[in-house]
């Protein structure tokens, strides 16, 4: 089971970016799904969630700027991010609640993190 995100790259103070994470291999379900972010300080923040339902939360920071989605056909999530400021600078991962057989528990599942930068 992996979870691969993709997606970020530099991009100017004020521009988008969309992040995507695909969970592949023996999955029987998934629950919930999660974008957190590393800065270079090293501070961990969650960024923003989404149920199997659609129901979402976010982070205050990014409130109004951030959109998280998923296509549940494709096993996949997505944060588009707009308005990106200089302290939106960080690490993504992407995080999911994955039940990989009909009666096992859900288990908690990272992804490997990808790279935002946002210049000033």
């Known amino acids: 089971v992996q979870l691969q995100a993709s997606g970020g790259g530099l991009v100017q103070a004020g521009g988008s970016l969309r992040l995507s994470c695909t969970a592949s291999?023996?999955?029987?379900?998934?629950?919930?799904m999660r974008w957190y972010r590393q800065t270079p300080e090293n501070q961990r923040e969650l960024v923003a969630t989404?149920?199997?339902?659609?129901?979402?939360n976010y982070a205050d920071s990014v409130k109004g700027r951030f959109t998280i989605s998923r296509d549940n056909a494709r096993n996949t999530v997505y944060l588009q991010m707009n308005s990106l400021k200089s302290e939106d600078t960080a690490v993504y991962y992407c995080?999911?609640?994955?039940?990989?057989?009909?009666?096992?528990?859900?288990?908690?599942?990272w992804g490997q993190g990808t790279l935002v930068t946002v210049s000033s």
């Open positions: 995080n999911a609640d994955l039940r990989l057989w009909r009666f096992s528990t859900f288990t908690n599942h």
């Open positions: 291999g023996s999955i029987f379900d998934i629950s919930d």
């Open positions: 989404i149920a199997s339902g659609g129901g979402t």
